[in-house]
């Protein structure tokens, strides 16, 4: 069996039925750290990282792999975490592809930030005199 960050991310074009939670079940074995939610029709994982910068970077990371794949999470953003939620729309649920998108993800997450994904700092502020 191919691993699933291996797998298409085919955008959904719509007119199939959402996952079921029991449809679900084998996918989250292999995405362990996602969370599926009440409904079922989402998938939600928050990645702790050591300040604000690096979650920035990791959401900007996010962002590109979103548009190559043209399936786009959407993001929540603080200090020391981005926290990362799948669905599809166009079904009103959960499609092989958000599980796909969400193994890539955690790939990401697991090698080192890509120093370009890193915002600039800002000059120091000049004491006022």
Known sequence: MVALAQRPCNPCRGGVEPLTREQCAPYLTEVPD???????????????????????????????LAEETWHHPELTLG?????????????????????VMAARIDALASGPLDSAWLPPLPPPKRAKR
């Open 34 to 64: 996602w969370e599926l939610d009440a409904t079922a029709h989402r998938i939600t994982r928050r990645f702790l990282v050591r300040d604000y910068r690096t979650a920035l970077a990791f959401a900007n990371a996010v962002s590109a």
């Open 79 to 99: 200090w020391g975490f981005c926290e990362v939620s799948l669905t599809t729309r166009k079904i009103g649920g959960l499609h092989e592809s958000d599980f």
